[in-house]
C-alpha cells in the first residue's frame, strides 16, 4: 500500500514541535485556591439559617466611624471625604435614625429619619432640609448627600428573610480574598439568587446573597431595581458575638446609580432595646431651605420662615 506523504509528514511535525517546546508554553497561575476548611449545606439550610438571623433581630441601636465617598465614571471623580463618628437607630419594620457628626468639632452633619415610606434630611452645613418619598429618584450631582435614602441603608443593615413571596435558588461559586502578602486566593462560596414573585409564572430578580464557606454569614448582599440593575451592593465582614446574636462589625453600601459609598465600621452596638417613636422623629429647622423631592422642580425648594417671623 502505498502511504499518504503529506499525511506522514503532519504526524512527524506534530510529534517534533511539542518536544521542542514550539506550541505550548506552562506559566504560573496567580490565583491559588484556598486550603481553608469549608462548611456544607444545602438551599434549605442557607434559606432557614438566614431567616432565623432575622427573626432574632427586632431592632439595633449603633455607635459606628464612617468613611463616605461620592462621584465615580459618571462625575468623572471621586471625593473622599474624613471619616465622621455617627449613630444608628433602626427599629423593624423599616424605620431608621441616622446622625452623622463633624469631625474634632462634633457638631452635626447629617440628620436623617425614615419610616419605610418617606424620609426626611437635615444637612445643617448647608441649610437644607429635604423630604421625599424614598422611592424617588432625583440624583444631584451637586448635593451628593441628598442622594442618600435612609431606607437603603435599612435594607442593607438587616438583610431581610426570604418569605412566601420569594423564591430563592442557591448556586455555587466562588470569591476572590487576599492572604498576608496580597496574593489573590478563590475560595468557595454559597450564593442564593432571590426571585420575587409576580404572578403564577412570572417574576422579577430581586436580591442575591452571597456566604462564606467558612462560617455560612453573610459576606455580601446584591439589591436589585425592577429592571434587574444592581441598586445597592452592600458587604458584611469581621462578624462579632452581640449577647449571643452574630453581626457583622463592618458594613460597607455602595449604590452605583447615585455613586456613593458608605463604609461603617462599628463601635459599640445593641440589639433589641426598646426605643420609642420618639427616637425616630425630625423636626424641620426654622429657616432652613426645604427641599421637596416629590414636587415639581421649579416648586421643590422652599424657604421655611423663622418662628419670630411667623
Known sequence: MRRNS????????????????CLFRTRPVEEQYSKAPLLETTQQGLIDGLNQQAEKIH????????????????????????EIRGYVLARKPAMLHMIGLMPIVRTTAFDMVSDGNEFKLWI????????GRNDVKNPNVDQP???????????????????DSELA?????YQTLHDAKGHPILQEDYELVVIRKRGERDG?????????????????????????????DARYADYKDYDGISFPSRIEIYRPEEEYDIKMNILKLELNKALKDEQF?????????????????SSSVVVAAPDGAR
Open 145 to 163: 448627600m441628598e442622594n442618600i435614602r435612609p431606607q437603603n441603608i435599612y435594607d442593607a443593615l438587616l438583610i431581610r428573610p426570604i418569605d
Open 204 to 232: 422579577v430578580l430581586s436580591r442575591k446573597i452571597i456566604f462564606s464557606r467558612t462560617d455560612l454569614h453573610p459576606i455580601r448582599q446584591y439589591i436589585y431595581d425592577e429592571q434587574g440593575r444592581v441598586a445597592t
Open 59 to 82: 431592632s439595633l441601636q449603633a455607635t459606628v466611624d464612617i468613611d463616605s465617598s461620592s462621584g465615580g465614571a459618571k462625575k468623572g471623580h471621586v471625593t473622599d471625604y474624613k
Open 124 to 131: 445643617p452645613p448647608k441649610n437644607r432640609f429635604v423630604v
Open 6 to 21: 503529506p499525511f506522514w509528514a503532519l504526524t512527524l511535525v506534530l510529534a517534533v514541535l511539542p518536544s521542542a517546546g
Open 169 to 173: 435558588v442557591m448556586e455555587k461559586g
Open 281 to 297: 422623629a425630625l423636626s424641620q429647622p426654622p429657616g432652613a431651605q426645604v427641599v421637596h423631592l416629590d414636587r415639581p422642580q
